[in-house]
């Protein structure tokens, strides 16, 4: 079946469905592939539990009209949502980073939403799937979209811009993520460069941190040489015709003095962490080029509950969490614990799980995470995973989670600040009723 001929389908069924466990009636069942499954043996149950089609892209398993044969099911679904996508003339912004995109996403989607109808992606759905699910939800009232990329390979984003044709981008910073795939930094900026590559050839403008020097090299070398398609922000010192802030105070809140054209105000966050400073003035920077006044941006940002377990403080019976199990590199893993470090409180401990997908790189990180907390001085640390097990160091190791939690069945913490943070691969969330 032609793109357009699926396209008048979808318009018909405009609800997209993945999963035949979860089946909407009346919806389309794409039958997506991945390395341990292959959905269309699933295609005939999606339709006895209410599906009205099956695109499917193997064709012993279409035996009847209600079944949609192309050659690739993902790549359809990729070109339906590009199809989707065009016929909306809205703004969209796309939104990629190594650290804090998801949290920088949703600020920046609270603060639209004071003005406008937005569409913006759920939770992570930021990849090669994600990204076209978030397309094909587009309605006729929406006024803006503000789209999540991630990747972990050359390439990805780029493919993401082609589906999803932003108008603006924003790349929150660039780190030490993914190296397994990217390579080392290098690649990392060169991936992530995608996107500015994308807006200066076919969108309007990016948004940018001005005193971040990767970014400034990433969007020069794309085409970015002077500021009439760059909107700037950054923390202080204060510049004039520039969103820029500061941080007030970070115990354990965060809470920052912004200045837009329009005045100078405060924000308290709900956010753990001076490391969101950028993000949050990332949001205020979007926010005032798109017309949402001061109060309305205070208002949206201070009203953001962070979720998912990312940067979230809570108080148990027995201790005060800092809790970050998300995810963790070595970027977003130093900054947590400089942060914890600068904190005015005690006594501190850190449970910290392994950074994955570090590649050859892997043991060199893990050692430098170990240095920097010897550094820092901190005594009680507890250590999580395969690759700090790896590395030297004088604190004790746990090869899992479980093997953590049966330790500290036996030897409870209590009064404690506990810092938890590593890749969400390890699981220290699993410890959290243990605390």
Same mark, same amino acid.
């Given at each position: ?51 009205? *089609? ?18 690739? @099911? ?93 108008? *603006? ?36 403008? /990016? ?40 941080? =007030? ?25 001076? *490391? ?64 914890? @470090? ?41 250590? =999580? ?40 691969? /390890? ?9």
């Amino acid at each position: 079946m032609e793109i357009s001929e699926l396209y008048q389908l979808f318009l018909q069924h405009p609800v997209i469905c993945t999963d035949s466990r979860n089946c909407v009636p009346d919806s389309l069942f794409f039958a997506l592939k991945g390395k341990n499954y292959d959905a269309n043996i699933f295609a005939l149950s999606a339709l006895e539990k209410g599906c009205s *089609y099956a695109v499917v892209d193997d064709k012993k398993y279409a035996i009847d009209e209600r079944f949609i044969l192309v050659k690739d @099911a993902l790549q359809s679904l990729q070109e339906l949502a590009r199809l989707h996508r065009k016929q909306f003339d809205i703004p969209v912004i796309a939104i990629t980073g190594t650290n804090g995109k998801t949290t920088t996403k949703e600020l920046i989607s609270t603060v639209l939403m004071k003005k406008f109808n937005l569409l913006s992606t759920e939770g992570n759905l930021n990849n090669h799937i994600g990204v076209p699910l978030t397309l094909l939800q587009l309605k006729p009232g929406h006024e803006i979209a503000v789209i999540e990329m991630g990747a972990n390979h050359p390439g990805e984003i780029k493919k993401l811009a082609e589906i999803a044709s932003p108008n *603006y981008g924003l790349i929150t910073n660039v780190g030490k993520a993914h190296l397994e795939g990217f390579g080392s930094l290098e690649g990392v900026m060169q991936a992530k460069a995608e996107l500015y590559e994308y807006i200066y050839q076919e969108g309007e403008a /990016i948004f940018i941190n001005k005193k971040n020097q990767y970014l400034q090299q990433m969007a020069e070398k794309a085409g970015f040489t002077d500021t009439s398609r760059k909107i700037e922000y950054c923390l202080k010192p204060f510049e004039n015709n520039i969103i820029t802030g500061e941080i =007030v105070d970070c115990s354990p809140y965060l809470i920052m003095k912004c200045i837009t054209n329009e005045g100078t105000f405060d924000i308290e966050t709900k956010l753990i962490g001076a *490391y969101n400073a950028e993000n949050v003035l990332a949001a205020v920077a979007v926010g005032n080029f798109f017309g949402v006044h001061n109060e309305q941006i205070k208002h949206g940002i201070e009203n953001y509950q962070p979720q998912n377990n990312r940067s979230q403080f809570s108080v148990t019976q027995h201790n005060k969490l800092i809790v970050d199990t998300y995810n963790a590199n070595p970027t977003s893993m130093q900054a947590a614990i400089l942060n914890f @470090a600068d904190m005015n409180f005690s006594p501190k401990t850190l449970i910290l799980g392994d950074m994955l997908e570090l590649g050859k790189q892997s043991k060199k990180e893990h050692q430098n995470i170990i240095n920097l907390l010897q550094q820092k001085n901190f005594q009680n640390v507890f250590l =999580v995973g395969e690759q700090f097990s790896k590395v030297n160091k004088t604190y004790p190791s746990f090869e899992n989670v479980e093997d953590l939690i049966n330790y500290l069945e036996q030897h409870p913490l209590c009064n404690q600040y506990i810092l938890i943070k590593g890749s969400r691969g /390890i699981h220290l969330e699993k410890v959290l009723p243990f605390l």
